[in-house]
C-alpha cells in the first residue's frame, strides 16, 4: 500500500564461533570474571568448534594463555531429535588432557550451584557443563537448602536409594539425566540388588572418589550406562580409566544406544522405545 511506511525484514547472521569466540576473549582480557556462554541447545557449540580446537582446549599448552570461560550447554536424550539432543560430550572429553579444562554434567540443583561457585572463586581453566533442560522440571532433581548453605561440589554421587550393601551385585555407574530414568525404573520393578553410582565431574576424572564410592561394593558387577549411542557420550573416555578400580571384579561392560551415524533419531516414538530398552537392559541378567 503506497499510503503506508514501507516495512522491512532483516535477517541477522546467527553466528557461534563469533559469540564464543568473544566470550573467550573476554575472559582472557577480564580474568577475574565468571565469563559464561550458554547455548539454547548444546548442539549449537557444534559452530564453534574451531574455537573450542584451537583456544579453549589449547591455548594454555600452545601460548601460556589462561582463560576460565564456561560453557552451559543443555544436554539430554529428551526426545528433541538428532540436532537438539546431543552437546556432543564425546568431543569435549576427547580434547581433555593434563587437566585443561573441567567437564561435568550435573544432576542437582546444589551440585550445579557449588560447581560454578567454585569456578567463581577458584577456577583457572575453561568449565563446560552439560545441563539437561528437563531437569528443571523434574520434581526428583530437587536439593535442600542446607545442600546449598552447607554443602560443597560432589564429583560423584552415592545412590540415595541403594538397597543394603551386603545385596548389591551390579552397580550402574552413569552419568547425566539418565540417572533418574534408572532410579525409577528401580522402584517400579523393586529392584532390590543394584546400586546407582553418578559421575558429575567427567574431567579431571575423579578415580579417588569413585574408587571410594565403589568400595562399598566389593563384588559387584560394574555397568556403564549412557543414554547416547555407543559410539558418543562418555563411554569412550571411561572405558580407559574405569578399570583400573575395579580390581578383580568382571570386565565392565556397556549399556548404551546402538552405535549411530546420527546424535539420536528424528521419531518421538522411536525415542522412547530405544530409552526403555537401554534402561531395562542396565538392569538384566
Not at 530405544?274 to 541378567?285: E, G, I
Amino acid at each position: 500500500d503506497e499510503d503506508q511506511a514501507p516495512f522491512w525484514v532483516y535477517d541477522s547472521l546467527l553466528s557461534e564461533f563469533a559469540a564464543v569466540g568473544f566470550e573467550y576473549g573476554y575472559s582472557v582480557g577480564n580474568p577475574d570474571a565468571l565469563v559464561c556462554w550458554e547455548a539454547q541447545f548444546g548442539d549449537f557449540v557444534d559452530g564453534a568448534q574451531t574455537i573450542t580446537d584451537e583456544f579453549i582446549s589449547s591455548g594454555e599448552a600452545k601460548w601460556g594463555q589462561r582463560s576460565r570461560v564456561t560453557l552451559l550447554l543443555p544436554h539430554g536424550y529428551e526426545g528433541q531429535g538428532p540436532d537438539h539432543s546431543s552437546a556432543r560430550v564425546e568431543r569435549f572429553l576427547q580434547l581433555c588432557a593434563e587437566n585443561n579444562m573441567t567437564v561435568a554434567n550435573c544432576t542437582t540443583p546444589a551440585n550445579y550451584f557449588h560447581l560454578l561457585r567454585r569456578q567463581a572463586l577458584a577456577g583457572i581453566r575453561p568449565l563446560v557443563v552439560f545441563t539437561p533442560k528437563s531437569l528443571l522440571r523434574l520434581r526428583a532433581a530437587t536439593s535442600t537448602v542446607e545442600d546449598f548453605t552447607d554443602g560443597t561440589f560432589q564429583p560423584v554421587l552415592a545412590d540415595p536409594g541403594a538397597p543394603a550393601a551386603s545385596a548389591v551385585t551390579k552397580v550402574l555407574i552413569c552419568s547425566g539425566r539418565v540417572f533418574f530414568d534408572l532410579a525409577a525404573y528401580r522402584q517400579q520393578n523393586e529392584i532390590r540388588d543394584t546400586a546407582i553410582l553418578r559421575l558429575e565431574q567427567l574431567h579431571p576424572f575423579p578415580a579417588e572418589a569413585l574408587a571410594e564410592a565403589l568400595s562399598a561394593y566389593p563384588s559387584a558387577e560394574v555397568r556403564w550406562v549412557q543414554e547416547e549411542p555407543e559410539n558418543m557420550g562418555a563411554w569412550t573416555y571411561v572405558a580407559f580409566r574405569l578399570p583400573a578400580l575395579l580390581g578383580g571384579r568382571p570386565q565392565l561392560t556397556v549399556r548404551a544406544r546402538p552405535a549411530s551415524a546420527s546424535p539420536a533419531t528424528g521419531s518421538g516414538r522411536a525415542h522412547e522405545e530405544q530409552q526403555r530398552a537401554v534402561v531395562a537392559a542396565a538392569f538384566a541378567d
